[in-house]
């Protein structure tokens, strides 16, 4: 291998360390394990939802839906728990269901109606963000709300429920790891078994790099395109749930950054290891990198107000190793 | 002859790199001549259209119109010279979100002396004289988006007309027409005809050169091949030379099946064409020939599954088969090598060992995980069995001369057996060498399932199958044992000739 191979392979995984190396010298405590938890609960529900458009990434397509999928099912959560009443199990599976329900209606629209992914994904996001609000008439949720009928909602966030985004799991130090740091590094771990070693990952690639081989190859390309929607919708409804959990109200005005922040960590993923293609290990990087670098910038006392700066800048950057570097041109 | 040409092109050469396209064409149009232009893929008939209009630069040699040297570096100037090209696609020559008329005057709203202002008053003026000109009756206004495939040709070739070129180049024009549609564009054509235009018509369809042609020029590996002007013009003549055969051939000892692997019954492709039934015996390899448009890329389909016929039943092993979709033909043990391996092999973010494995990736994994040494061997294996070249199984397939991604789309085929194994157009962009490979390993594999070649070129017939099956007009019109054939009677067949009772 060249050297400029070395470069577009391990650039980036150089420059991360570089990264954190600098942030241990310069800012005080940086380096150490509550600081390291804390990068990760901060990216913990954008991993996660870049982790699922990771999937549609990969058969050739994108979904915009994500954020407002998770915000949704966030509402759901709280909706079902505080106004209906329901325990932490019932709360859960209705997200799961949302997730799925718009992944296969989205999957629909591309796959049957030929919408084109970005637009579909787009509809479907406007139509979320407009649904989410109907239930309560524009209202927050929260414990002990005044319904729209004046009446006062009875029911309360369960303590199980809120455990998924404040409970710390014990690990060499008493209450170290929360519990979505823990949901997103076994999704991580999952998604990437499944698209390296499984047929059906495989079959994904294949369908995203060349849709006619793979149909001629036997692959039902329609229904893995599907499918993939439904991964996404999946992981980003299970960002919404860690996301209800950690504020314990259903805010209609948060999950604003959630899309561009997991569809940035996932093309930062392109460059990892000079991929060149959408995959789950370089989407956790590239959440994990974003993560460090605002982390750092903070505790050296950079403004709030610089962050998606920084993130457009890291992603520039990361699409610059991507495309011109590797000389691959080819999403 | 040659006195009074419009249009003369001397010792025309070009080259990609090492590879030579255009070997000194010279080809004279005359005025009020149509002059068709034969050739298979390959033969450099685009290279040709891309010179002559201004695309691409000559290598060597000399053009020149009504007596001047003709010297276009760009399209627009080879139109302002007088020699208009319609391309294949029709779609590049139509803007179809504007009206008729807007794009019959659409040259003249960019380039010297067109007005800042957009008059639709004058626009429709002048597309109304160019229309009734070309006689062309279609709405002006109505959308292009709006017409038929064949309206939007005419509209493209008036549109070319506007200029008044002493030369119009078609393209292939009727390939996505309906035989209504094109009698519209012969009609046309006669017209531009009979006001003198010099017409080069390139067409594999031999009813339209049969319609059309005033004189024939067969291309063949960047040469011309034959010209043919004497009336009654020699057709079979027209095709051997495009196809002909080279002098040394190695020919094959056909060979006998004893067992049926595969029947189609009444198998009909296309609205109008006559049925097909075809035997498919274990241990023989059939080629189907014909010309390009013909049918064999329809009836490979078919028979793969990916298209449905009108009419007909087939049969595999006595079994009634009728497969939905590839995944069904597969299972069936159907495979097909697909036509343009760019377009519907080759997986290109994959090396060669997962393009090898991409069909079969079910019996090489276990609850769903890749066995990735079953996969690596299977790979190893095939690279070897086909004298693949490449550093190791890891290879991008971009990394690969043509000849060795073509062996690595067969091999992904043939890394597991096959009940009828069917490969449509395998020696397209493939040097001789990785043929020979190829065909050879085709007939020495052939044992136990009936292989199905489909080719244009005749001689690839000829090196390969113990059966040669002539395809014209969506259906089959002659067999030949490949031995002692009777050459002329198919290439008789080849250009659609009057038919000979079945063999």
Redesign the interface.
């Known amino acids: 291998m060249t050297l400029r191979d070395h470069a577009i392979r391990y650039g980036f995984i150089v420059l991360l360390v570089g990264l954190i190396a600098y942030f241990a010298v310069a800012a005080d405590g940086f380096v150490s394990p509550q600081s390291a938890v804390f990068i990760f609960q901060s990216v913990a529900i954008t991993g996660v939802l870049a982790l699922g458009v990771t999937a549609t990434l990969v058969v050739g397509g994108f979904d915009l839906s994500i954020g407002s999928v998770a915000t949704s099912a966030m509402m759901a959560a709280s909706y079902a728990m505080v106004v209906l009443e329901q325990n932490a199990i019932v709360a859960v599976i209705a997200c799961l269901v949302i997730g799925v329900v718009v992944g296969l209606i989205n999957g629909w629209l591309i796959v049957y109606m030929r919408v084109p992914d970005l637009l579909a994904t787009l509809g479907m996001m406007f139509l979320l963000l407009g649904l989410q609000r109907i239930p309560t008439e524009g209202r927050s949720i929260a414990t002990g709300m005044t319904m729209p009928d004046g009446s006062v909602a009875n029911g309360k966030f369960s303590e199980a429920f809120l455990a998924l985004g404040r409970h710390r799991i014990d690990f060499f130090i008493p209450s170290l790891i929360p519990v979505s740091v823990v949901v997103l590094v076994v999704l991580a771990v999952l998604i990437w078994f499944f698209l390296e070693?499984?047929?059906?990952g495989?079959?994904m690639?294949?369908v995203?790099?060349?849709e006619?081989?793979?149909?001629?190859?036997?692959?039902?390309v329609k229904a893995y395109k599907i499918w993939a929607y439904v991964i996404s919708g999946v992981f980003a409804s299970i960002g919404g749930i860690l996301l209800a959990a950690r504020l314990g109200r259903g805010d209609i005005a948060s999950g604003n950054n959630l899309l561009l922040d997991a569809v940035a960590a996932a093309l930062i993923g392109y460059a990892v290891l000079g991929a060149a293609?959408p995959n789950a290990f370089g989407t956790a990087v590239g959440a994990v990198f974003v993560g460090v670098l605002l982390q750092g910038l903070t505790m050296m006392n950079a403004p709030y107000y610089t962050q998606d700066f920084v993130k457009g800048a890291v992603l520039v950057v990361a699409l610059v190793f991507t495309f011109a570097l590797s000389g691959r041109g080819?999403r | 002859m040659g006195a009074d040409a419009v249009f003369r092109v001397e010792g025309l050469r070009k080259s990609f790199g090492q590879n030579e396209v255009l070997g000194g064409i010279s080809l004279d149009l005359f005025a009020g001549e149509v002059t068709v232009l034969m050739g298979a893929n390959g033969a450099g008939k685009s290279t040709l259209v891309k010179i002559v209009s201004g695309v691409y630069e000559r290598g060597a040699g000399t053009m020149r119109l009504a007596g001047q040297a003709f010297d276009p570096s760009t399209p627009a100037e080879a139109i302002r010279a007088g020699v208009v090209t319609v391309h294949q696609n029709i779609n590049d020559g139509v803007v179809a979100d504007l009206d008729v008329a807007t794009n019959l005057t659409l040259d003249r709203l960019s380039g010297k002396g067109a007005s800042l202002l957009f008059k639709p008053a004058n626009v429709r003026a002048e597309a109304w004289a160019v229309a009734d000109r070309m006689g062309l009756a279609i709405d002006l206004r109505a959308r292009v988006a709006d017409l038929s495939l064949a309206d939007r040709q005419m509209v493209a070739i008036a549109r070319a007309m506007a200029h008044q070129p002493k030369v119009l180049i078609l393209d292939e024009p009727t390939s996505s027409l309906s035989s209504a549609e094109a009698d519209r564009l012969f009609s046309l054509i006669d017209r531009l005809r009979g006001q003198g235009v010099a017409i080069l018509y390139i067409s594999h369809r031999m009813s339209d050169i049969r319609r059309l042609a005033d004189r024939i020029v067969s291309m063949r590996d960047g040469i011309i091949s034959g010209t043919f002007d004497r009336k009654p013009l020699d057709y079979e003549g027209a095709v051997n030379a495009m196809l002909g055969r080279k002098i040394h051939l190695d020919r094959v000892v056909a060979r006998n099946s004893a067992r049926v692997v595969f029947t189609a019954e009444s198998l009909q492709l296309a609205q109008g064409a006559k049925p097909i039934s075809m035997t498919l015996g274990a241990g023989e390899v059939v080629a189907v020939t014909g010309l390009v448009g013909v049918g064999k890329t329809a009836l490979a389909e078919t028979l793969f599954g990916v298209r449905r016929p009108l009419a007909g039943t087939m049969h595999m092993d006595g079994r009634p088969y009728a497969p939905g979709s590839a995944r069904e033909a597969i299972a069936a043990g159907v495979f097909l090598v697909a036509k343009d391996r760019a377009m519907s092999g080759i997986v290109g973010g994959f090396n060669i060992e997962r393009n090898i494995s991409l069909p079969f990736l079910k019996r090489m994994s276990g609850f769903g995980v890749m066995k990735k040494r079953v996969e690596r061997a299977a790979a190893r294996r095939q690279i070897d069995e086909f004298g693949i070249v490449c550093r190791s199984e890891k290879d991008e397939l971009s990394a690969l001369s043509g000849g060795n991604q073509q062996k690595v789309m067969v091999a992904r085929w043939m890394s597991q057996a096959s009940r009828l194994f069917i490969l449509d157009e395998p020696f397209q962009g493939v040097d001789i060498s990785a043929r020979r490979d190829i065909a050879a390993k085709l007939r020495a594999s052939a044992d136990g399932r009936a292989t199905l070649l489909f080719v244009t070129e005749i001689d690839e017939a000829l090196e390969t199958a113990d059966r040669i099956l002539v395809m014209s007009e969506q259906t089959i019109v002659g067999e030949h044992r490949n031995d002692d054939i009777d050459l002329d009677r198919l290439l008789a067949e080849v250009a659609g000739g009057p038919l000979h009772s079945a063999a």
């Open positions: 070693y499984t047929r059906f495989r079959m690639y294949a995203g790099s060349n006619r081989a793979a149909e001629l190859a036997g692959a039902p293609k080819k």
